[in-house]
């Protein structure tokens, strides 16, 4: 089957700015697919490529097997798209603004915009101008999902919402996948890919470093634990642990524990248990901490963890 995208050795420059390094990436029909980077990596402007708003400087992009300058309105057609930054007209309503993009769609999606608008509690009648950001981005959402298409382009679509329109947005992705269509959405928040798409592609400095699995991608990322006891303990009873890497005890602090724990906790807790534990504290750990990974096993790379070692102190990014 032709994947749904497909970009091969893609390169774009900006004058001397060289956005993408030769991006190979696939996206198979029915998929939802997370592309994932930290600001500045590259995602907007493949997406850009995607829909023909920029050309590359070299390679090759396919949609639906066509290339996006060569498919004209036609494929545009079957694409939903949410833009990074969304312009939207300042005199109109929202509710004007969505009937007048159905009405240039040939009228595909005006049945949705009421039903959709709810979900996302817009108020339809309020001058876009008027709108807050988050409110902004619904009405980008619902033009992308409207009239049902075939492929979904989002770039940071859950970047303003709450987590409550969080959550309905991952519904409109299942939906959407559930009749069918592929989702190809961007973000530079593990947490907020994780929780829609399978398959995730991260992209940093326009190379792409890692296709996985998400779950797999969860696994080796694993969590940073901390564990507080009554007494002093022994690094060694836990350094050598199935799942537990980087195990510390503070010589300044000998009651405390922090280690990297990929896998199952089980060896961990058993561990732990033969000490009385008065404190226990594990976090996911965020895409920052993954291309901290990445640094540490380069062979030249040396890059110390977090400095309070919990790998916390990377938080708070966005
Ligand atoms: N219009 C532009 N002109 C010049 N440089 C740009 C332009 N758009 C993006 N860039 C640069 O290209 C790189 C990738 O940007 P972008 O694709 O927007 O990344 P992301 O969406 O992942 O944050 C960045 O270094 C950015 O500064
Ligand atoms: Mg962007």
């Known amino acids: 089957m032709t994947p749904?995208?497909?970009t091969s050795g893609?390169?774009?420059?900006?004058?001397?700015?060289?956005?993408?390094?030769?991006?190979?990436?696939?996206?198979?029909?029915?998929?939802?697919?997370?592309?994932?980077?930290?600001?500045?990596?590259?995602?907007?402007?493949?997406?850009?490529?995607?829909?023909?708003?920029?050309?590359?400087?070299?390679?090759?992009?396919?949609?639906?097997?066509?290339?996006?300058?060569?498919?004209?309105?036609?494929?545009?057609?079957?694409?939903?798209?949410l833009p990074g930054e969304l312009a939207l007209p300042a005199r109109v309503n929202a509710g004007e603004y969505l009937g007048h993009l159905a009405a240039l769609r040939g009228g595909k999606g005006a049945a949705r915009i009421g039903e959709l608008a709810e979900r996302f509690s817009l108020d339809l009648s309020r001058p876009l101008r008027a709108l807050s950001k988050g409110n902004k981005q619904k009405v980008g959402l619902v033009q992308a999902f409207m009239h049902d298409p075939e492929l979904l382009v989002l770039d940071e679509p859950t970047s303003g919402l709450d987590p409550l329109l969080q959550r309905e947005f991952r519904l409109l992705a299942q939906e959407a996948q559930a009749r069918g269509a592929t989702v190809f959405l961007s973000s530079h928040v593990l947490q907020e890919v994780e929780e829609v798409a399978r398959r995730v592609a991260i992209i940093r400095a326009g190379v792409m470093v890692d296709v996985d699995d998400v779950r797999a991608l969860r696994r080796r990322a694993g969590q940073q634990v901390l564990l507080r006891f009554a007494a002093p303990v022994d690094v060694a009873e836990f350094a050598?642990?199935?799942?537990?890497?980087?195990?510390?005890?503070?010589?300044?602090?000998?009651?405390?524990?922090?280690?990297?724990?990929?896998?199952?906790?089980?060896a961990l807790l058993v561990a732990a248990s033969r000490h009385h534990v008065i404190r226990w504290h594990a976090k996911d750990r965020e895409l920052e901490d993954l291309f901290m990974d990445f640094y540490r096993t380069a062979p030249d790379g040396v890059v110390d963890p977090a400095p309070d070692g919990t790998g916390t102190s990377k938080e708070n990014v966005r």
């Open 240 to 266: 050598d642990l199935p799942g537990v890497h980087d195990a510390v005890v503070d010589p300044q602090d000998t009651v405390t524990l922090t280690c990297l724990l990929r896998g199952e906790p089980m």
């Open 10 to 81: 893609l390169v774009k420059d900006y004058g001397k700015v060289r956005a993408l390094h030769g991006l190979d990436l696939e996206v198979e029909a029915g998929e939802v697919f997370g592309f994932l980077g930290p600001n500045g990596a590259g995602k907007s402007t493949t997406i850009r490529l995607l829909l023909d708003l920029l050309r590359p400087t070299a390679g090759t992009v396919e949609v639906f097997g066509r290339s996006p300058s060569a498919g004209g309105p036609a494929l545009r057609a079957r694409i939903g798209y």
């Open 4 to 6: 749904v995208i497909r």
